[in-house]
């Protein structure tokens, strides 16, 4: 079963606006991570949050983890176009392997 | 440049082929892993081997094989395709495990069972 459940599924904003997306999970972690797929391609790793961490920044990028709800989200601040791409959370619950959500799909418009 | 390769891109199998997906990497990792993609499903976890020599189910993973041929190789066998196979499929490595490092992913193979 899936992990990690994004919300929202699809996101459409204006270049500069910030996207704002979440990540529940249900059982208990030692990380999560982010990443991002762009159309075609394989995904790329973007940020990791371990479970004793509040909030994490990279860039443009800031995640939070609330292990009380069981839930991440992912901001991304000033977006651009080429910010447009599918974002995957994903959890390590200490079985060596990530589950990954379903994704969401951001559309950045120019 | 270094990271994970996997071949073939493409490819289309009748139903009751064979094949083998191949993936290899160069940055010296020590997991190595098999996802399938389809839509609305996210990545599943088809198998992994956590270090070489050692190989592990994972969430779905009837219908296939693996071999871990050395560090640097992992390669997922089809023995007999069937349309619920048509998918991406994604290898990714790590580091060691997931406990610190993130992984990194081959550009896919995208099958197509008919």
């Known amino acids: 079963s899936q992990q990690g459940e994004e919300d929202p599924q699809a996101l459409s904003i204006q270049e500069g606006e910030n996207a704002t997306m979440n990540c529940s999970y249900k059982?208990?972690?030692?990380?999560l991570q982010w990443y991002r797929q762009n159309s075609g391609r394989g995904l790329v790793h973007l940020i990791l949050i371990r479970s004793n961490e509040r909030e994490k920044h990279s860039g443009r990028l800031r995640v939070t983890l609330d292990t009380s709800k069981k839930s991440s989200s992912l901001l991304i601040t000033a977006s651009r176009a080429a910010d447009t791409a599918s974002y995957f959370c994903?959890?390590?619950?200490?079985?060596?392997?990530?589950?990954f959500g379903k994704g969401n799909q951001v559309v950045v418009i120019p | 440049n270094a990271g994970v390769t996997q071949t073939p891109k493409f490819q289309v199998l009748k139903t009751g082929q064979s094949m083998t997906l191949q993936c290899a990497q160069d940055?010296?990792?020590?997991?190595m892993y098999w996802y399938r993609q389809d839509p609305g499903m996210g990545l599943r976890l088809i198998y992994y081997?956590?270090?070489?020599?050692?190989?592990d189910k994972g969430e779905v993973p009837n219908g296939y094989n693996v071999s871990r041929l050395n560090k640097r190789e992992f390669s997922l066998r089809l023995e007999s395709a069937a349309p619920s196979q048509t998918s991406v499929y994604f290898c990714?490595?790590?580091?060691?495990?997931?406990?610190?490092?993130?992984?990194?992913f081959g550009s896919g193979t995208r099958l197509t069972v008919v």
């Open positions: 081997s956590a270090s070489e020599g050692t190989t």
């Open positions: 990714a490595s790590s580091r060691a495990g997931t406990a610190n490092y993130g992984y990194t």
């Open positions: 994903a959890t390590d619950d200490g079985n060596n392997r990530l589950a």
């Open positions: 940055m010296n990792h020590n997991s």
């Open positions: 059982t208990s972690i030692n990380n």
